[in-house]
Every structure is written in structure tokens, then in C-alpha cells.
């Protein structure tokens, strides 16, 4: 027998709530921007990252023609 498992996700209005609820209260609006960003930039990677867009790092040495 197989249970069925419901994974729950997240709004991104919950998510920005969490987010804000994390800042001290001493935050600026700039701290709060970069939060977003690099929220934002995970994520992106992730997304690429299960999409197969990625470059091995031996790939990328040669490219910049930095040493192995």
C-alpha cells in the first residue's frame, strides 16, 4: 500500500511574510531589497541547476584559464 504524500508550498505573500518576520526591527528598506535579491538568486540557480543549465567547475577553470 502507497501513501500519498501532499507537500503544501508556500505563497509568495506567505513567504514575504516569513522573510519580513526574520528582519530585526532595526532593518532598512535596502536590507529588506537585498533579502529579496538574493532570495531571488537561489532560487534562479536552483531552477537552472534541476534544468540541467549548469558548467562543470573543470569547465569553467578552462574556459577562464585558471589552473585545474
Same mark, same amino acid.
Given at each position: 500500500?502507497?501513501? %500519498? /504524500?501532499? !507537500? *503544501?508550498?508556500?505563497?509568495?505573500?506567505?513567504?514575504?511574510?516569513?522573510?519580513?518576520?526574520?528582519?530585526? +526591527?532595526?532593518?532598512?528598506?535596502?536590507?529588506?531589497?537585498? %533579502? /529579496?535579491? !538574493? *532570495?531571488?538568486?537561489?532560487?534562479?540557480?536552483?531552477?537552472?541547476?534541476?534544468?540541467?543549465?549548469?558548467? +562543470?567547475?573543470?569547465?569553467?577553470?578552462?574556459?577562464?584559464?585558471?589552473?585545474?
Amino acid at each position: 500500500m502507497y501513501r %500519498r /504524500i501532499i !507537500v *503544501r508550498t508556500e505563497s509568495v505573500k506567505e513567504q514575504a511574510y516569513r522573510l519580513l518576520d526574520s528582519l530585526p +526591527d532595526s532593518a532598512t528598506w535596502d536590507d529588506l531589497m537585498y %533579502r /529579496i535579491y !538574493v *532570495r531571488q538568486a537561489i532560487e534562479a540557480g536552483l531552477r537552472d541547476s534541476n534544468e540541467g543549465r549548469t558548467v +562543470d567547475v573543470e569547465e569553467v577553470r578552462r574556459r577562464f584559464g585558471l589552473p585545474a
